[in-house]
Structures are given as C-alpha cells and as structure tokens.
C-alpha cells in the first residue's frame, strides 16, 4: 500500500484564491494524487495487477529496441 504524501500550501500575502487554488491543482498533480484516485476507483484482481504490469514491461522493451534500431542506422 503506498502513502501519498499530502499536499497543502499556504496562501502567500496578496495572492488571490484562484491562483493559489491552481497552485494546489499542480501541486496534487505533481503528487499524483488523482491518477492514484482513479487507479483505486475500481477493484483490480491481482491478476490483472500483474498482467497489466507484463504488459507495461514489454511495452518498455519494445520501445527500447526500437530506439537502439534507430541509433545503429544513423
């Protein structure tokens, strides 16, 4: 299970609510916050955890292969 750290801030002097409200919507974002919500919306047998992270790795693989093949014809 991993913790996101929690994100606040303070308002600085002078500065308006909406310009410190985008700067907490960057801050969740930079946090992943919200791709950590919508991972978590629905269940996920484990699984589908793992056939998802095979699939990642070979997306990875794939992509590296095609960088090194681009590297060798130049």
């Known amino acids: 299970m991993s ?9 600085k002097e002078g500065e308006s609510i909406e310009a410190a ?14 791709s950590e919500i919508k991972r978590r919306e629905y269940f996920e047998k484990p699984s589908v955890v793992k056939k998802k992270a095979v699939e990642a790795a070979k997306r990875k693989r794939d992509k590296k ?8 014809k130049l």
């Open 3 to 11: 913790m996101t750290p929690q994100v606040g801030i303070y308002l």
């Open 21 to 34: 409200l985008r700067r907490f919507k960057r801050d969740c974002a930079n946090a992943g916050i919200m």
């Open 65 to 72: 292969k095609r960088l090194f093949a681009k590297k060798d």
